[in-house]
């Protein structure tokens, strides 16, 4: 797997879990602190979360961080 795909499959399960949980993106770039658009990017795959990043994600959305990759 190229790292392109690998991140556009982490955003893409980053946007299920988030749609799950009902937050819009909007919602959810406000609650990480980040911009919306800059939130959007990482749901296309378009950048690279760092650690602390994912493990916000997974704290608001209520699951480990393992469960960001399970894809």
């Given at each position: 797997?190229?790292?392109?795909?690998?991140?556009?499959?982490?955003?893409?399960?980053?946007?299920?879990?988030?749609?799950?949980?009902?937050?819009?993106?909007?919602?959810?770039?406000?609650?990480?602190?980040?911009?919306?658009?800059?939130?959007?990017k990482?749901?296309?795959?378009?950048?690279?979360?760092?650690?602390?990043?994912?493990?916000?994600?997974?704290?608001?959305?209520?699951?480990?961080?393992?469960?960001?990759?399970?894809?």
């Amino acid at each position: 797997m190229q790292q392109n795909e690998f991140q556009i499959k982490l955003g893409q399960q980053i946007a299920k879990l988030r749609k799950q949980k009902k937050f819009s993106q909007v919602e959810f770039a406000y609650m990480l602190d980040k911009e919306k658009q800059n939130y959007n990017k990482l749901e296309k795959g378009k950048t690279n979360p760092t650690s602390w990043t994912l493990y916000k994600i997974a704290a608001l959305l209520n699951v480990t961080v393992g469960e960001l990759f399970e894809f």
